[in-house]
């Protein structure tokens, strides 16, 4: 039965210093009951109640360098053990400088295969002539089988960007664009007398964003991927995934075909992240679950399970719905000392914190927000989501903790009958050095 229970005008009222991760859960679940399950008649939801749980994260290949933060740390932390999805981020999809080409290319030859300096896995010294983090991860993949490693082809670059759009655009090219992906990265052929062959289980698209003219150009370019995947399958007796990233604003997908898209996917690597940031001059929540009446976007659709709720209205089965989680958060300065902060204007972006590897006024790992001193933290029960504020600089930060890891692991299992597909992480490198926020995640979904 739904309700309107007066405990919804209580949360909003409420924010208060954050205590335990007892009130997470248990408000949680009020905030389920009182929202309640939209009607989605039409779209699959017999999602049985046994299905694994997927949990993906996301490594960078730049995580080699400032951070020091290499493939290797992902054995000896343990996070390894907890993953089922590794994606490396990223592979070109053309050239970086040029007309596009409808060709896959290394992104970062050192990095990717020629660095013979990491740290073994499994102790064993990389032999050559393949190094690297694809050496690293051919020999995590030995400790881990059941692993599966894929690449992410694109990301956030323009270049990328008009290279999907210009292969996309007719059936040559996008026949072009997913042999050449598939040769790179499945079959391994990465460079003259170097293979990679055998380390990589599927391809995860990142195209940031298609437009409204690359509407079905999109799905015609996921058949086409997934027309030469399934064909290879049947040489090799071996699924190969496909996935993509599947953004949080309805600008951007609603200019994506997302049943028909779902029909070529294995899941959906959804954003549940960057819905409010240091682009805006007010503070707010990057990444809550649930919306507020105080919210001064209320209504705009920026929290967790509204980007949900549009992606299952449009027909996207709920088990194909990964929920993305950031390692990371944002921070606004020059914030006045009202309501600890939260919706209170700022000056700018916060300051980088010091010997964080971001490196970038207004964002900051976890691993470096979490030990901040000075700050306190809070807790929003209505929306579920965690800040820090200081009084004494004036400086707000918003970002996910273990409590809220924990509560957005309930809520994937609650959300509807046999729960969300899963959750996902960007990025490995900026979760602690003990994986903290990965484990805590990763036993919110029931894995080992």
Known sequence: MKTTLPVRMWQDRFTGTWSTGFWSLGLLLIALFVYGTPSLAGTDQDQGSDHDKIMAAYFEEWSIYAADYNVANLQTNGVASQLSHLTYAFGNVAPTSGAPDAQCHIADTWADYQDPYLPSVNGQAYMGPLYGNFAALLQLKQLHPDLKIMVSLGG??????????YAASTSALRAQLAASCIDLFIHGNIADGVSAADLFDGIDIDWEFPSAADKHNFTLLLEE?????????KTNHRHYLLTIFAPAGSQNYSNIELAQVGHQLDFFNLQGYDLNGTWETVTNHAASLFDSRQDPNVGQGLFDDAVVTAYLKAGVPARQLVLGVPLYGYGWTGVPDKDFGLYQTSTGPAPSPAGDSLETAGVATFRTLESQAGFKHHFDPTRIAQWIYDP???????????????AKGLYIDLRVPGG???????ALKD???????VKTLAHSLGRP
């Open 420 to 426: 969300l597909g899963g959750a996902m992480v960007w």
């Open 392 to 406: 004494a600089t004036l400086t707000f930060w918003t970002y996910d903790t273990p409590y809220i890891a924990s």
């Open 156 to 165: 956030a670059s323009s270049t990328n960007a008009a290279g999907f759009a």
């Open 225 to 233: 991927f997934r027309h030469q995947l399934d064909s290879l399958e």
């Open 431 to 437: 979760d602690n050095p003990d994986g903290t926020m």
